[in-house]
């Protein structure tokens, strides 16, 4: 049989875009696709867990210990007035810190919807802005009491050391950066989760609470700025925490 004879062979349609079911899917962008693993109920109630821990507890010790104001009065003063209200200084600060610690579990359950590009730097942020700031508080858990039992003079000068490094050095200076820092990087990488109303208060309220840093070098009206600026992320907060309940399929609905 010639080769002219032979059958010939069905025509092969020529390759390109095809409609069918096995046409590739549209791929999402990194935000909207991300959106959808986001713990949202866990990470709501973190946010409200956080919000109510810190202000309850930095409200109740105002009344009782006189705080913040009190860490500029003298050493033997504070372990006295320590002293007298032993109990309910370390229930509240222990409370304080374990809100403060709370930012951690929030920073990695909002990871999936910060854009990649400042995804790592959200995480490491939040997580350390916990860690420093309940090192700075957990000092009233475990140290202060102890050197207000019978303190010595050697007591007071161990407790203006403490004040002034896990204190004003890591608890506050550094906890302030960080966490101003952490909520710039949100509201720069939350995009799809954040409107741009939400993420310009986030970042007013940041700045606020940076402000905080220049209060050791008694800048007047620096404390009263980074007060108000702390009042105005818990209420950031909260609203956060009601558009992270609002998430439905990668989108805000």
């Known amino acids: 049989m010639s080769l002219q004879s032979a059958p010939s062979l069905p025509s092969v349609p020529a390759a390109g875009p095809s409609s069918g079911p096995s046409s590739p899917r549209p791929v999402a962008s990194a935000v909207d696709s991300d959106l959808v693993a986001v713990p949202r109920r866990r990470t709501a109630v973190l946010v409200v867990a956080a919000t109510v821990m810190l202000n309850a507890a930095f409200t109740v010790l105002g009344s009782v210990l006189g705080y913040p104001d009190v860490l500029a009065e003298p050493a033997a003063d504070v372990l006295a007035l320590v002293d007298a209200h032993r109990t309910q200084v370390v229930t509240w600060f222990a409370l304080l810190t374990a809100g403060a610690l709370l930012i951690a579990p929030i920073a990695l359950g909002l990871a999936p919807a910060v854009d990649l590009r400042w995804r790592r730097a959200s995480v490491v942020l939040g997580v350390a802005a916990a860690i420093a700031q309940a090192i700075g ?13 019978h303190p010595t003079a050697d007591d007071e000068q161990t407790y203006r050391l403490a004040a002034t490094v896990l204190g004003t050095g890591l608890g506050e200076t550094t906890g302030y950066l960080l966490t101003a820092a952490w909520t710039v990087t949100l509201c720069l990488g939350a995009r799809a989760l954040l409107p741009a109303a939400l993420r310009w208060a986030g970042v007013a309220c940041a ?5 905080g840093a220049l209060v050791p070098l008694d800048v007047p009206g620096a404390d009263t700025v980074n007060f108000i600026g702390y009042v105005a992320w818990s209420v950031w907060l909260l609203v956060l925490a009601g558009r992270i309940l609002w998430l439905r399929r990668g989108r805000i609905a």
Not at 137 to 142: A, I, N, P
Not at 207 to 211: E, L, Q, S
């Open 207 to 211: 700045a606020a609470i940076a402000v």
């Open 137 to 149: 508080l957990s000092r009233w858990v475990w140290l202060v009491p102890f050197l207000a039992d």
